[in-house]
């Protein structure tokens, strides 16, 4: 397995397993608010997604994440605290 395959298959079980954390705890919210966009759908820019329905922050304000696709090798994750 050369290193960009073992980097593509890293990022695909992240992606994998963040799909799969998101179909449960939807499912114990009780749904998705809205469809998410497909990733294909995201321009290559910094795109801010917010789910709507019951989600939110530690404080009370809506929850969204942000996302930016690009090359398959590179993955940023950034959790930020607070």
Do not use: Q, Y
């Not at 593509?8 to 809205?34: D, H, K, N, Q, S």
């Not at 820019?45 to 329905?53: F, L, S």
């Not at 530690?58 to 607070?82: I, W, Y």
């Amino acid at each position: 397995m050369t290193a960009d395959t073992s980097k593509f298959t890293a990022t695909l079980g992240f992606v994998a397993i963040a799909a799969v954390a998101w179909g449960a705890w939807t499912t114990m919210r009780g749904g998705p608010a809205e469809a998410l966009p497909a990733l294909a759908a995201i321009e290559p820019v910094w795109t801010t997604i917010a789910p709507g329905g019951e989600t939110s922050c530690a404080l009370g304000t809506p929850f969204e994440f942000h996302v930016k696709p690009g090359a398959s090798d590179r993955l940023f994750v950034f959790l930020n605290g607070g």
